[in-house]
């Protein structure tokens, strides 16, 4: 990113599942923890990634008007209900199955997360533009020390990215022109979308989102304004 | 409030201007030490009770639909471009009456703020729920070190209070009951449409809001369910 460029971004607004935090191995600990206690026997990699096969359809379904509003905590557990009976969780009591679906809300940061947000917030202001609900990203924050200076969830839009009222929502309520919010993100999809608004774009590779085997989002396909290797790697490219 | 209502209580919404931040005083401060610099002889105690008066009239139009939907610093602004002339300002240039108008976005806490809502967040989600718009209260945040985890801004909702939408709004952005969420004001008024509402309540009297003259809010008018001297002893009240 040029330093003209640089110097007129105000605010930054960051992709969480993947980008900031590693929903796969938090979700395969957090919940391999839990089942041993339980005596549980359950192929907790394979559910996450169902789980999260489920995710995009789910979201798609609200995006195309074919059901209404529905926030991300519903639709994470109306698909954990659907996957229950493949893997032998048919018979957990609501409450566990309420535990299990906010495992969402209890994701870790990747290690260089939490300190670039915290280099980033002195100079920016910061928030997660997420498709998780603002309850979600709350509890995440608090989970995994998140400074948000405030907090854009789905909810407050009531559409998902990549539709055009998320990007262009969070920069109304920043009150800055696009040109100065800064879009964060470990997904090319997500920086296209920003950037066809006018939102500038930094691309922050995770390579182990999906576990080894990934295959999409291993590198920029765009030339987008940043590529850094970390978010601390962000902040120092940022001056922050 | 009885304990068991406390426990049920997971998130604390505050009203900002004269709940949390001395605008009168902030304001006189800052644009006295601005104005000398450029020297200006204005009176600017006087100054902020007018802009103050014409902060719920302002608002109450947009309230009855007299116009769309304005965020507060565009009240604000028009406000004071009406008030200019009357105050010496009127050859003001636009950037110096953006920073004027930028005031309320560098208003101070009273003391008790920032140590007693840094309490209260480590048991508590704690957000404001205020007439401000998203960017200010940020930038409040930022200015004066509110820990906020989300910010309630007015343009979230596009409604002002004490209209309903505000407060339900909020309980339904923290996935929460109105019986679990607790409203913080210094003002009877903002109080009882809470309560009205299913929120639980806490009154904090700041008898020097409006300054030396104050008339209004200086106590409790309802057995709201804490009343409490500073943020330091609603942090006291409630165990955190």
């Known amino acids: 990113m040029d330093a003209v460029v640089m110097q007129e971004v105000r605010a930054l607004i960051f992709d969480t599942f993947g980008t900031l935090v590693d929903w796969r191995g938090s979700l395969v600990a957090d919940l391999s923890a839990w089942g041993a206690q ?21 979201m798609d379904r609200v995006r195309r008007g074919e059901r209404p509003w529905t926030r991300l905590d519903d639709l994470h557990r109306a698909s954990l209900e659907a996957l229950a009976p493949r893997f032998g969780l048919a018979n957990l009591e609501q409450a566990d199955l309420d535990h299990v679906n906010h495992v969402w809300h209890r994701l870790q940061g990747w290690p260089d997360t939490t300190p670039g947000l915290y280099r980033l917030k002195r100079r920016f202001v910061i928030a997660p533009l997420s498709n998780g609900n603002v309850s979600l990203l709350v509890d995440m924050a608090k989970a995994s020390d998140l400074p948000w200076d405030t907090v854009f969830g ?3 839009f009531r559409h ?3 539709d055009p009222e998320t990007y262009l929502g969070a920069c109304d309520l920043l009150s800055l022109p696009a040109s100065r919010v800064l879009m964060v993100a470990a997904h090319n999809g997500d920086l296209a979308a ?3 608004l006018g939102l500038r774009t930094a691309f922050i590779p995770r390579p182990q989102e999906h576990g080894p085997g990934q295959t999409t989002d291993l ?8 590529v850094a290797g970390s978010v601390e790697e962000l902040a120092d490219r940022l001056g922050a």
């Open 194 to 196: 920003a950037r066809a």
């Open 154 to 156: 789905s909810d407050v």
């Open 219 to 226: 590198r920029a396909e765009s030339d987008w304004d940043v």
């Open 160 to 162: 998902y990215k990549p």
């Open 38 to 58: 339980r005596g549980l026997n359950v192929d907790w990699p394979a559910l996450a990634d169902a789980w999260r096969a489920a995710y995009r359809p789910s």
